[in-house]
């Protein structure tokens, strides 16, 4: 199969990229190098006669529709993908994660046969109450930028579908986590704080509960849906049923580090931040899915990975600026070692 993977040198689109050149696909990766991206990622298929990368933006439209006459499929995991960037500056989320799909669906409306497999999340369903499972039919109720823009991209998707009888699939993922992450990220940023014995700063209570699956879980699940028989179901969940509050996750990152819990840092909340996210995943096991790794397991690998290859994300300029305007002032004014 050949395939358009758009975002592949960011976190979730690299690993699923070594994964479809170790099973014998061609991949174009187009991917615009946003601050999220490393090419680093890319290191172990870079010297793939299979595989190319082409540096572009998914919203250039001569572009894309250039790239999608060469394949038989496109996965888009290009996005803006930092919730709190969202609430910064929400712009370039609505033009990547809804203008850019809007771009992708008309390439693939002009190209009869072409599957688009796009990349959604469980925060399009906003919080939910304790107990509840958002299946796939559920109404959307985004609470960030992030996730409206996440939202809307599905909107747009549905409609295509409906007005065009195109078979697009979505994956909806719970949070997913592993090598390679940026380190803005939660469990990154957590991790890399804590190995350089540095405050690790949790928003409010720490009892915001997310659900959590590691990457090659993903990669599993990624797999079975390409691989269904006439494209699987149009939408599929992929989550681990392994729903913590983040103070929790604070604290094995903890354990697993040597660092002390006094290094836990409270500050002040993020603004408008859900409470609790928890998808239904029968889909995804209705296609034999079943994840493998445990919380701790995937925790441990995820640290050893950021001891050795932490340090150079860490160290980029962009990075250092990032963590000052979001972090510095909430720390001076945090209730420092509270949770010790
Ligand atoms: N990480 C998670 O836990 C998670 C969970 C559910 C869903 N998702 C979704 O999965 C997808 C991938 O997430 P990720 O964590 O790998 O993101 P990431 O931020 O690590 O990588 C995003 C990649 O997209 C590229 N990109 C951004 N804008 C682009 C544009 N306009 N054109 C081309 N490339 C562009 C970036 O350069 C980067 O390489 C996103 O759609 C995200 O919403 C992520």
């Given at each position: 199969?050949k395939?358009l993977?758009?975002g ?12 479809l ?11 615009a ?5 490393d090419?680093a990622?890319n290191?172990?298929v870079a ?18 529709a250039d790239?999608?006459n060469?394949?038989d ?7 803006e993908t ?16 809804v203008?850019?799909?809007a771009?992708l669906?008309?390439?693939?409306r ?14 399009v ?6 107990g509840v ?15 409206a823009?996440?939202?809307?991209a599905e909107l747009l998707?549905a ?12 994956i909806?993922?719970?949070?997913l ?12 940023l957590?991790i890399?704080q804590a ?10 209570d ?6 959590w699956?590691y ?5 599993d699940?990624?797999r ?7 494209g ?26 040597g ?6 840092h409270?500050v002040?909340?993020?603004?408008g ?8 995943a ?7 899915w ?5 919380l701790e ?19 980029r300029?962009?990075?250092r ?14 209730k ?5």
């Amino acid at each position: 199969m050949k395939l358009l993977v758009t975002g592949g040198c960011g976190f979730i689109g690299s690993h699923v990229i070594d994964a479809l050149i170790l099973d014998g696909h061609e991949v174009i990766n187009l991917d615009a190098l946003t601050y999220a991206a490393d090419p680093a990622n890319n290191a172990a298929v870079a010297g793939s006669p299979r595989y190319r990368f082409v540096h572009g933006n998914i919203c250039d439209a001569a572009l894309v529709a250039d790239l999608v006459n060469e394949v038989d499929v496109v996965v888009n995991f290009a996005a803006e993908t930092h919730v709190d960037r969202s609430l910064h500056d929400p712009v370039p989320f609505v033009r990547t994660d809804v203008e850019g799909v809007a771009v992708l669906l008309e390439a693939v409306r002009r190209r009869p046969g072409l599957r688009l497999v796009h990349m959604s999340t469980d925060e399009v369903f906003g919080s939910l109450p304790p107990g509840v499972e958002a299946d796939v039919n559920r109404p959307f109720a985004p609470a960030s930028p992030y996730a409206a823009s996440k939202a809307a991209a599905e909107l747009l998707i549905a409609a295509y579908r409906h007005t065009y009888g195109l078979p697009i699939t979505v994956i909806r993922a719970c949070n997913l986590y592993g090598p390679r992450q940026h380190p803005e990220k939660f469990i990154p940023l957590f991790i890399t704080q804590a190995l350089r014995r540095e405050p690790m700063p949790l928003y409010g209570d720490g009892l915001q509960e997310r659900e959590w699956l590691y990457i090659d879980d993903f990669v599993d699940a990624f797999r079975r849906v390409l691989a269904a028989p006439d494209g699987g179901p149009l939408v599929v969940h992929v989550a681990s049923g392994e729903r913590l509050p983040n103070r929790r996750i604070a604290e094995l990152i903890c354990g697993l580090t040597g660092a002390p819990l006094s290094l836990i840092h409270p500050v002040a909340d993020r603004p408008g931040h859900d409470r609790r996210y928890a998808l239904d995943a029968s889909t995804a096991r209705a296609l034999g899915w079943a994840p493998k790794v445990p919380l701790e397991e995937g925790l441990a690998r995820t640290v050893e990975w950021y001891r050795v290859h932490g340090r150079s994300r860490l160290e980029r300029e962009e990075y250092r600026r990032w963590f000052v305007a979001q972090y510095a002032e909430r720390l001076g004014a945090g209730k420092g070692g509270e949770s010790g």
